[in-house]
């Protein structure tokens, strides 16, 4: 096998807009394990395959923003 290039990964921001009250607890505890709380709460992540699929679970609750 060849070995592959390792890109720089990206970051993206994530910033939660909606409440998580009437969200399913699997939905909770992922803006739990991204570090999100609190509405208007920001936080910074490496742009990798586990964390945007935790955001795509939550998409409806945050807002995101690729650097």
């Known amino acids: ?3 592959q290039k390792l890109l720089p990964m990206g970051k993206v921001k994530l910033k939660q ?5 009437g969200a399913n607890q699997r ?3 992922t803006l739990v394990a ?3 709380r ?3 709460q920001e ?3 490496e742009s990798t ?4 699929g935790m955001v795509r679970k939550v998409n409806h609750l945050i ?3 690729y650097q």
């Open 27 to 29: 939905q909770k505890d």
């Open 34 to 36: 991204l570090g999100l």
């Open 43 to 45: 936080v910074e992540h």
């Open 17 to 21: 807009v909606k409440s998580k009250i």
């Open 63 to 65: 807002s995101v923003e």
């Open 1 to 3: 096998m060849k070995a």
């Open 38 to 40: 609190r509405i208007n």
């Open 49 to 52: 395959p586990q964390i945007l």
